[in-house]
């Protein structure tokens, strides 16, 4: 039986975080403090170098264990903050564990930061064969896959400038672009890829398929993106404050984690006036159909957003509209007030104005929804735009949101003729 090409037993990582009192110290009050105490000055300090400051232990990991089978996609997927960065850096032997032991049965390369084992002032073909010389590949190696790494990157015209002069999109596109022509036997991805255009994040998803189905190569995948993670790994793990929390097939474990996405228990909002502008939103809320304010409505349930404007000066043919979007940022319902026509632009005058917007519930699935407004002149000049300024919740009528991932983002009838 062959054995796993990766094995993690007990894997843990522990950071010590000192804790001072106090903010940001200027010179001029250090010095202050040596004229009226020194004598406290110098107490302060010796415990600081004595290491007698508060110290908390923070645990990044723990408990970590997973097998990964040759040629195997896994998917990491988790909030900010789970661990998943942290994970790679070790699997990548970056930094090293606290507790546990890895095992590793081939050669690694990673894609974890832009940039990544990049030297500033060498070329970027200085640094496919530097890479490639990091990666364990002798030079005629390199020299064989060079034609197509380049191809792929697309940096033709730049190949011979420094790599410091390169936008971050060009560094990921070579970086990714020598990691997988390389032939590393495992390859580990961070969310590197989100800074990648929609084009060539396409383009990284049909590589990594091929090289995984043709190659028998094996890749562990950090990514929000959860349809790339759907479209690509056969298996995800979950973690959650640094512990997994759930492993197994990818539309199960992503089920799991959009049922688990909760909004804060904010149903109406101050907004922080931004005075440089004529006009500006100063208040969100939303209402279910008995004028409560609620951030949990129940499927089928109609409700409001209700938008309180503040117009300092007269604005025209100006128009407000409110974006929904899911836990997947796809947007799955917009209503502005020039919906029906131009003729809807509006003229505000100074003063503050109430706006109320409904919606039709039971056209959305359960789940977590976030809100998009904005205030603008259409085609020329944004005014007031708010991005996921407040979250609410879908439920189904017993109170809770069912996995439905898979099932579509929005319910609508249908009529079946037999």
């Known amino acids: 039986m062959e054995k796993p090409i990766i094995e993690i037993k007990n894997i843990g990582k522990k950071y010590n975080i000192t804790h001072q009192r106090g903010g940001y110290i200027a010179l001029r009050d250090v010095l202050m403090n040596v004229l009226k105490s020194p004598f406290n000055f110098i107490k302060n300090k010796t415990k600081q170098i004595a290491g007698f400051e508060k110290k908390e232990e923070f645990w990044a990991l723990s408990n970590i264990n997973f097998e990964v089978k040759k040629g195997e996609v896994i998917g990491i997927i988790g909030g900010n903050g789970a661990g998943k960065s942290t994970l790679l850096k070790i699997l990548s032997q970056i930094t090293p564990p606290t507790t546990g032991e890895i095992i590793l049965r081939g050669r690694v390369g990673s894609l974890l930061e832009v940039g990544t084992g990049f030297h500033p002032e060498l070329t970027g073909r200085e640094n496919i064969f530097l890479n490639g010389a990091i990666l364990g590949m002798k030079k005629k190696e390199i020299a064989k896959k060079f034609d197509e790494i380049v191809l792929f990157a697309g940096i033709e ?122 006009a500006f939103f100063s208040k969100i ?78 056209f959305l699935m359960p789940g977590v929804y976030f809100i998009r407004i904005s205030l603008h002149h259409p085609g020329t000049e944004n005014i007031d735009t708010r991005d996921d300024i407040l979250a609410f919740s879908i439920l189904n009528s017993h109170g809770f949101r069912p996995i439905n991932y898979g099932v579509g983002v929005v319910t609508i009838p249908n009529e079946w003729i037999l």
Do not use: W
Not at 190 to 199: F, Q, S
Not at 248 to 261: R, V
């Open 157 to 278: 015209k730049f190949l011979d400038t420094p790599v410091k002069y390169y936008s971050s999109g060009m560094y990921v596109r070579l970086a990714f672009s020598v990691a997988a022509h390389m032939e590393p036997d495992i390859l580990i991805i961070d969310e590197v890829l989100a800074v990648g255009d929609a084009e060539f994040q396409k383009k990284c998803l049909g590589k990594m398929n091929e090289i995984t189905k043709t190659q028998g190569r094996t890749i562990l995948f950090v990514s929000h993106n959860i349809n790339a993670i759907e479209q690509l790994c056969s298996s995800t793990i979950l973690l959650k404050n640094g512990k997994i929390i759930k492993a197994g097939p990818t539309k199960e474990i992503i089920g799991e984690y959009l049922e688990n996405i909760t909004p804060s228990e904010e149903s109406e909002k101050i907004l922080i006036p931004k005075t440089e502008n004529n």
């Open 285 to 362: 809320s939303i209402t279910n159909t008995e004028n409560k304010t609620t951030n949990k409505i129940k499927q089928a349930e109609d409700f409001y957003i209700n938008l309180e404007l503040n117009v300092l000066k007269e604005i025209q043919n100006t128009d407000v509209s409110v974006s929904l979007k899911n836990s997947q940022g796809v947007i799955v319902n917009f209503s502005s007030l020039s919906d029906k026509s131009p003729e809807h632009l509006q003229s505000f005058t100074p003063g503050i104005h109430h706006l109320k917007v409904k919606f039709f519930g039971k």
